[in-house]
C-alpha cells in the first residue's frame, strides 16, 4: 500500500536496499495449466500481463524514491498461486531485514479457507514484521 511504501521510504537509508514488491495473487493456477494445454503463448502473455500490471503499481513508488533522489530501490513483482511462500523465500534470499506489509482486507471466513496472507508473513518470515493497518 502507498502507506507501507511511504513509511519504508522514509526509513531507508543511503546504504539500505529497498525492494518494492507487488504481489500478484494467482487464484486460479489450474486456468493457467489449462491455458498452457491449449496454447503455451497464450498462458505465457496472460503470465507476462499480470507481471506488468504489477510492475506498473511498483513503478509509481520508484519513482516517487527518484523524486526524493532516494538510490537502491528495486522493483519486484510476485505472480503464484503461493505467494506468500515467495516472499517468505525472497526476503531470506536477499537477507531482508525487514517486512511492511498491510492486511488486504479478506472477511473472517475468507481467512478460515484462503488463510491470511499478512499472518502467514508475521509467523514464517525470519526477519521483522511491521504490519500497517490501512
Known sequence: TKQNKTIAIALKKDHDALYICTIVQISDPGYIDHLRKENVDIA???????????????????EDCKVKNITNCHQVVITSNHAKEELTRFSEEKQIDMIFVAPRGLSKIQQLFIGSFSQYILNHSKCDVVLVRT
Open 44 to 62: 505465457d502473455s496472460y503470465l507476462r500481463a499480470l507481471e506488468d500490471a504489477g510492475k506498473g503499481v511498483c513503478k509509481f513508488y520508484l
